[in-house]
């Protein structure tokens, strides 16, 4: 982080928007847009109006309890209505509007209208299961159009979807299933992953052994691997078979604006994960206006997220920004590296994909390959790109911007996080960039650096990351926990949405992001909970307490360093008497098992002890300064 913040202060180097790209944009003057957005309720309640609503809001936000913020309100809209079913009746009808492809060189298109047809399905038999609105639906699948047409059916009839990433694992899925209380999983039998399936059933058929609440499990015949009816049978239903015969009307349920739409869960540094709760007006108005503005969208474009739909970055810029737009959105399953480091350029000339959003790590790691890859291939098509996930380090964005974007392109750094639910910090098209800068807030939005008691601090001066202003794709609470809302987000420094990151602002007012200022971890651009990740490792035998931080990773941004106290007997080095496995490759694979691929271990080190307070938290703080040789800071609170 330290070295980061050292690059970053150095860097000099502003990028002017290229006039061809300010010509054809939908914002062609910044700052002008910037000055519109000081009316916020206004710019937003302007925004609205692109949607179809089936009744007008009676007042754009009701502010009269903080924070519990609600936006236009006495509104009735249906975000499937307007993201699927509104395009069928225009010239869009036929017009792909999910291109899948994946590693094996499949492809797959649904037009808007194919997709109508889908979703209706759906709709229609989870109706026919039961579920009412506000019921939770979860979802355990890979990146393929069945994950969109089950999202956009609980949408259509109001079932909150509480998406699960395929990279996470039992102890993970079970966590989140039982928190959200779902009554029905969708599920597929794997996913594709350099050249092998993951079969997602298995670890599915595990996890329901501990999740009472589900009464359905609906399996996507997805990777052709046969599938073994688990002893829950009876309760499982094969997709194929479910969209069978089922009527293709159904009727979008008129939606309150604040009725909730998902719940997804992020880590945190202490206790289980986060309900990060979004509702539907608000967070459509947001994801549309930010796609459409940041990105430029077009009626020509092909967009192209590389982000899980299992993520927010999945929910907002995969499939709900895009689709609300009518725009074609293509969703890639695999590895950016495999059959080869050449793959995603591989896509991007075979289909002309006009804007591109990705993640630093992914560049990092492309980038090691050289510039033969990119180069062999035609990816004029690229207009705009863009970044999220973690700081862009200056090198990356500059191998980024010559080598994928051929100069022209420019880059869209963007900041925001799950709970925001749509970019906060982005510049636009018409922006002149500095590599590493995430630029200037969004228009509406009023985002400050700020010290411990909320003043402003001056230019150059790093502090805490806050918005000032609320937003309408902002999260509603944390679900089932208003407490930790308020404690996490909105007390800590009083009247102000703090984020949990620190950043700093230079002489032309443009932020750069050190980093988070908790013990949350980034790996890969996931956020990855200390809490969760050291629970894992005491959930094994061998582990009487463990305390974990952040490792920097040329690549993966971090990875984990974890500390570990063993039980009596154990040693880290030796041998297990019954199978004869090292300790420490047992404690990896049971990491794994618990919480799947992202939590990439990078060290594990016994100790005897660790540093902790009088009232016994582990200070992290203390670890991590000793880890990078930093003095120690106060320590009058440690209790040894
Ligand atoms: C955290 C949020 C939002 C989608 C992906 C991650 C970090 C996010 C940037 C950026 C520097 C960034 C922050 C933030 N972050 N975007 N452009 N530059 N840092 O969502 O898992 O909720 O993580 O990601 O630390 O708080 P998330």
Redesign the pocket.
Known sequence: MTKDTTVLLNEKRIFNPNAETVEKANVKDWEAEIEKGKDFKRYWAEKAEQFHWFKKWDTVLDDSNKPFYKWFTGGRINLTYNAVDRWIKTEKRNQVAILYANENGDEKKVTYYELYLAVNKFANRLKNLGVKKGERVAMYLPMCPELLVAMLACAKIGAVHNVIYSGLSVGAVVERINDSKAKILVTADGTFRRGKVIELKKITDEALLRCPTVETTIVVEHTGTPIKTSDLSGKEIFYRRFMEKETAECEPEPMESEDPLFILY?SGSTGKPKGVLHTTAGYMVGVATTTRNIFDIHNDDLWWCT?DVG???GHSYAVYGPLLLGTTTLIYEGAPDFPGPGIWWEIVEKYGVTKFYTSPTAIRHLMRYGNKYPNSYDLSSLKVLG??????NPEAWMWFYKNIGGEKAPIM????????GMHLIAPLPSTALKPGS?TKPFPGIDADIVDEEGNSVPLGKGGYLVVRNPWPAMFRTLYKDKQRYLDTYWNKIPGVYT???MARRDEDGYFW?Q??SDDVL?IA???VGTAEVESAFVSHPAVAEAAVIGKSDPIKGQVIKAFVILKEGYKLKTRLMENQTKLIEDLERHLRYELGPVAVVGEIVQVDSLPKTRSGKIMRRVLRAQENGEDLGDTSTLED
């Open positions: 992020t982000g993520w927010i970055t970044t999220v996930g973690e700081p862009m750094d963007t900041w925001w996080q799950t709970e925001t995430v984020a949990g990151d992001i980093g988070r980034k651009g996931h956020r």
